[in-house]
């Protein structure tokens, strides 16, 4: 029976963070992954010569998160453009303009609030779960131009788009951490090495290490015998009949990762080793209404179609024919390798309510509104020569980022009922965005298992 000290389940961002920096800290550890790729939910894929990532756009760390997780391991992640501007559509006069012209004349206004931030702790900033961001901006100033900002990066960073649904806390934490770091409000790139050479770096990095990365390997179970992890089960093989429960190989360890999102956890941590407040806690979170879910649209055109600086990220919070909230980028500009010579591929998403997630009628019905707005507000689009249109809902962005629905309201990383079991995903407890978010829950779990914080990654904030 082959024993690890630590199996780790899923090689996403977490899973293949959590493995790296185990491997690197010496410790035997094995991936699993269900799926014959890396990256889980931020997986690029080819598509009639463009190179379309379904799950990931740009990176939104200023250094502390993913970044530090790379140096650690021996990688370097390569931060490709950054976006210095944010092009924001007035729906209601039908124009762009710049998040700058709407804070330009408040920037008094707005360097007392970027004060407070900063002044702020973590811990003070964690007392807002259940409030919205709109309502501690409120307390330094009532400058709507400096509460746009705010809320247009809520936008763009947590898809929430009325103000009452953006958290305080969320928000506030990623805020502080890049004007921290990077002296400015946001913060975000492209992968030097692209999306895939991104996790690539890090699975070399695991058997650089000694450790060992499985495809296509799903976990069947978590093993767990009074209250003490003691592996993961695999489902038995050759499955000949499709519902084949025969126990399958086991593998022994002291402890297991998980890095398997609220809705689909409990299908292999089994939830009678759980307090049951804590498994109903994760299946408040797995409902299809906590779900980020939008109209995923690929566009090609042979001419460049914006106005702006291509690499900008754009938003908006309706178009003229649909209530979506979004965003575009111009993918070519930040990777001209995404496309074939000659073309620009455009990235467009528009925000549907995760409850909607299924209807197939409704989905059809807002792609073709939200089409017709977005060759209105870039007329140039319209005349695209390619268009790849996909849902995201299953899996989806990840559990939306209401008050209420984050930090201390998801169940904690580490169950208080079984003795090695982790849960390091960006849906349980953790902050930050997307990927950087999970690598930072990894590194949280990791920090708890080794008993002790790794010195390269410093004494600032953890989970
Ligand atoms: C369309 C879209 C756009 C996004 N854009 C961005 C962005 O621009 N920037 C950003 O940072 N983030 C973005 N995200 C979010 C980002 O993709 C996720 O936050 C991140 O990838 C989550 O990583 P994870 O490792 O926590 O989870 P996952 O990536 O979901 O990894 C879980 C892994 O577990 C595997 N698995 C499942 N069941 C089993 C099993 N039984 N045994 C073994 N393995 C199993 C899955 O195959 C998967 O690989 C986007 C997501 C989507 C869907």
């Not at 990220?313 to 965003?327: D, E, K, R, V, Y």
């Not at 509104?369 to 390619?386: D, I, Q, S, T």
Request: net charge negative.
């Amino acid at each position: 029976m082959p024993k690890y000290d630590v199996v780790v389940i899923g090689a996403g961002a977490a899973g293949l963070t959590a493995g790296a920096l185990l491997a690197r800290e010496g410790r035997s550890v094995c991936v699993l992954e269900r799926s014959p790729h890396l990256g889980g939910r931020a997986l690029a894929v080819d598509d009639e010569g463009f190179r379309l990532n379904l799950g990931g756009h740009l990176i939104e760390d200023s250094g502390s998160g993913l970044t530090k997780v790379f140096e650690h391991v021996g990688k370097e992640l390569i931060h490709g453009e950054v976006s210095m501007e944010m092009p924001v559509w007035d729906n209601e006069n039908r124009r762009w303009g710049s998040i700058r012209d709407r804070y330009g004349a408040h920037k008094t206004e707005l360097k007392k609030v970027i004060k407070a931030l900063t002044e702020s702790s973590w811990d003070e900033l964690e007392e807002w779960d259940d409030r919205p961001l709109r309502q501690w901006i409120h307390q330094h100033t009532t400058s709507q131009s400096v509460v746009d900002l705010f809320e247009f990066l809520a936008v763009l960073e947590c898809l929430t788009d009325n103000w009452w649904d953006h958290s305080a806390s969320d928000n506030l934490w990623v805020r502080k951490l890049h004007y921290e770091e990077k002296r400015r409000a946001a913060y975000s790139c492209w992968p030097g090495q692209g999306w895939d050479g991104m996790w690539q770096d890090l699975a070399d990095a695991i058997s650089g290490h000694g450790g060992d990365v499985r495809l296509n390997t799903a976990a069947d179970r978590v093993i767990v015998e009074a209250g003490q992890v003691k592996g993961v089960a695999l489902p038995h093989s050759p499955r000949v009949v499709p519902n084949d429960v025969e126990p399958g190989e086991v593998l022994e360890a002291e402890a297991v990762i998980s890095t398997l999102p609220v809705w689909s956890v409990l299908n292999v941590v089994p939830e009678w080793d759980l307090p049951d407040w804590y498994a109903g806690q994760i299946r408040y979170l797995a409902q299809d209404r906590f779900r980020v879910a939008w109209l995923g649209l690929y566009l090609a055109t042979e001419e460049p179609v914006t106005m702006f600086d291509p690499r900008e990220l754009s938003t908006w919070l309706a178009t003229p024919h649909s209530p979506t909230s979004g965003f575009m980028y111009d993918q070519t500009a930040m990777d001209p390798d995404s496309s074939p010579s000659g073309t620009h591929l455009y990235c467009l998403g528009g925000v549907i309510p995760g409850a909607k997630g299924r209807d197939r009628r409704y989905v059809l019905e807002m792609f073709e509104r939200f089409e017709a707005g977005v060759y209105e507000m870039c007329p140039g689009l319209a005349n695209h020569v390619w268009r790849r249109r996909g849902l995201v809902f299953d899996p989806p962005f990840g559990v939306v980022q209401k008050p209420m629905l984050v930090g201390a309201y998801r169940p904690h990383w580490k169950v208080p009922t079984v003795e090695g079991l982790y849960f390091a995903s960006e849906t349980f407890r953790s902050r930050g965005v997307g990927t950087d978010r999970a690598a930072r829950a990894a590194l949280t779990c990791v920090e708890d298992y080794l008993g002790r914080r790794i010195p390269t990654f410093g004494d600032g904030w953890r989970y």
